[in-house]
């Protein structure tokens, strides 16, 4: 594999699912395939998960893992080609990608979306400038609409959990107070229209998500009837996709309690906020697999490296 961007890039997940486990069975068994590596992580964004799993899932290998927090710490960078630098950009990608190239042997980059200018954050330029300035591998740790080591690490976390062979897996929108993006739920339906599962969406009516990627799943707004017989509920907000980034709805009736849950397991990438998105008896019960699934983010993102590097 050359760069992990989407998962598209998975060509295979049910294999991938295995080796994951194979890997997690197995931590260090590749820990010569990285050695002498350096995987250069850039944040424009907070992240707590990303940011430690993927450096552990480097260290596994045998990686060097070297971060900066871009934003803040960095000269601001410019995207636009073309411009007359006056503003407050200092240094250009092309010379910025090129540049950490020398350092790094694979780049990842975590760039989220402005949720205002919808055609800037489809046409994904932060990440798609590294792919195209930068002369190694990049890796995708939660861009403008996709987080797609998060969906790998959530399709993990489903197989070793589920008791049934084609389980029912639930999405389901829950009111939050900030417009938040629509990566985590975007790649998570992708991951699960991969996989032999029952998967429905649930949401109210203003927030379907980009129907070129829900395409034929069954979206459904009455959250009671999308959480009948479900073996396991996948919770997250989202802005709306339609009325872009914008908060329309915050209903708390929309919330998970352990009544609504039955006997799912719940699932949620985290950071969570504890009684907008889901009450506390869910979170500090056995029905929560927040934690196992946060676990499973260091194997998803050194099967990745992995296939990567063997691909060097
Ligand atoms: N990486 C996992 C989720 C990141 C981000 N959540 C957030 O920004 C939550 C912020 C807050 O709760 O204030 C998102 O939804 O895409
Ligand atoms: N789930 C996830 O990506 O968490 P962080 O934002 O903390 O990295």
């Known amino acids: 594999m050359d760069h992990y961007i989407s998962i598209n890039d998975i060509d295979n997940i049910n294999s991938w699912i295995e080796e994951a486990k194979e890997l997690k069975k197995n931590p260090l068994k590749y820990i010569e395939l990285g050695r002498n ?78 949720l205002n200018d919808k055609a800037k954050d489809e046409s994904e330029q932060v990440l798609m400038s590294f792919k195209k300035y930068a002369s190694v591998p990049i890796v995708n740790m939660e861009s403008a609409t996709g987080h797609p080591l998060q969906g790998l690490t959530d399709a993990i976390t489903i197989s070793e959990h589920a008791k049934t062979r084609k389980p029912k897996v639930v999405l389901s929108w829950a009111p939050h107070i900030k417009a938040l993006p629509h990566a985590v739920a975007n790649s998570f339906t992708q991951a699960m229209q991969k996989m032999d599962v029952e998967f429905v969406i649930t949401n109210p009516e203003c927030y379907n998500l980009n129907p070129e990627i829900t395409g034929k799943t069954s979206i459904i707004h009455n959250q009671e009837e999308a959480f009948k017989n ?45 009684n907008v998105i889901v009450e506390d008896a869910v979170l500090d019960s056995d029905s929560s697999i927040v934690i196992q699934q946060a676990n499973n983010r260091t194997f998803a993102a050194q099967l990745v490296l992995k296939k990567i590097l063997e691909n060097a």
């Open 230 to 274: 479900a073996d396991f509920v996948y919770v997250k907000n989202w802005s709306s996709y339609e009325s872009y980034g914008q908060i329309l709805n915050t209903d708390p009736n929309w919330m998970i309690t352990k009544e609504k849950l039955g006997n799912a397991k719940f699932m949620h990438c985290l950071p969570v906020r504890r």
């Open 37 to 114: 590596k350096t995987l250069g992580l850039l944040f424009f964004n907070s992240s707590l998960r990303t940011r430690l799993s993927t450096q552990k899932a480097a260290l596994n290998l045998g990686m060097n893992p070297i971060v900066m927090n871009v934003s803040g710490d960095a000269w601001g960078i410019e995207f636009g080609d073309g411009t007359v630098m006056n503003g407050n950009t200092a240094e250009h990608i092309k010379e910025a990608a090129a540049v950490v190239s020398q350092y790094c042997d694979i780049i990842a980059v975590r760039a989220f979306p402005t």
